[in-house]
């Protein structure tokens, strides 16, 4: 794991100087007591290694986690890990699953072998077509080591992998850029290939622009590739719908609905005045849901807000559901008082209930926990879409992260009563 020393947090993800001055504060910080630090971290597990996550997932919603273990505690926040194994079983698994990434990634090495290079494409190297460009591997950088096409692409899975390869070298470049680990070029070839290998496997969604500002945090946690890689696809379980774009939708077009209804159930007098501004389909909150806050907060705070997130949205089956994907969720075990215990806050509100209604994500809550925080000078000020726009971009790096989780979860209740009503 890439980590500094001490209690600095910029020691963990130092900023390049010179972007200093434009990088939004970071308002986490590391409290004895509340945030789950390493020693508690460990202590959690039991001598066999079993972990007892309601321990932990109390810890994390008082104040997150220490940035030493981010990574491995976020692997079994999203599910790459279920705390009733032991350390033995997890081992296994780990090497199960670094030896699958490995095939994959030779696969893909195999059409184009600069993949595992320490060098990545942001030149095109095929035409939509299948015909290859012959002048694609004139950059220095990655002259000798980038594939050339010799022949006309036929195969419609290859054809469509190889044609996003230079766009996720473009994103990569632009990702994070603020942070010293991607001056090294052989961190950003890393995220380039983790993408890469993931848009091979994923060839339905395929790459969208966005999944590199969720896949980063993940190449910065965790030092093994593999280990970022499956991290990164368990995220993408959750989000991938989000990203799923046609002609005629948006992927977070649901959640935008979503988001819809609860200002108009909680807040029904800033909902028509949306309306009246024509922003009734709350587009101007895609980016938010899209890329889960990643322009909203520094860098440090987004992590922060993630993990709170994933804490309290936590449920046991998550890791079955995961494994097994081919069982209907029928076969996950009940959620019997034992397990309630380990689901999240937000998690616990829906099994307690039993809402039968489609189960929103915390972060739909959180946007709307944003628009009531700027209600009155939304109501007052906001003549038409681009003064939303602004007003909601003037919150980037102000916002607090356990705060807007905290009133996500009063707007969540009171949108829950009114609902029933």
Known sequence: MWRGGGEDLGAFYPIRPECKADTPKTRFKSRAGKTLSARR???????????????????????GVHPSIKG???????????????????NQLRRFRREKYGTLKAKCQELVPILGSGKFLMTPVIADDGQPIQDSGKDEDIQGVVWHVKTMVSDRKVLQWMLTLHQIGLDVNRTDRALEFYENETNQARLWDVLAVYSWMDDEISYVQGMNDICSPMIILLENEADAFWCFERTMRRLRENFRCSTSSIG??????????????????????????????????????????RREFSFVDALYLWELM?????NPNIFATYEEPEKSTATAPELNDKHLKQCGKFERKYVKTGSTEEHSALAVFVVASVLETKNKQLLRDAKGLDDVVQILGNITGNLDAKKACKEALKIHDKYLRRAKK
Do not use: N
């Open 252 to 293: 977070v077009q649901t959640q935008l609905s979503t988001l819809s209804q609860i200002i108009r159930t909680i807040d029904p007098k800033l909902h028509q005045h949306l309306e009246d501004l024509d922003g009734g389909e709350y587009l101007f909150a895609f980016r938010m849901l899209m890329v889960l806050f």
């Open 72 to 90: 491995l505690v976020w692997e079994f926040l999203l599910g790459c890990y279920d705390p009733s194994s032991t350390f033995e079983e997890r």
């Open 310 to 314: 994933w804490a309290m949205e936590y």
């Open 41 to 63: 971290w460990h202590a959690a597990f039991s001598e066999d290694g079993h972990l007892d996550i309601a321990k932990v997932l109390r810890r994390i919603q008082r104040g």
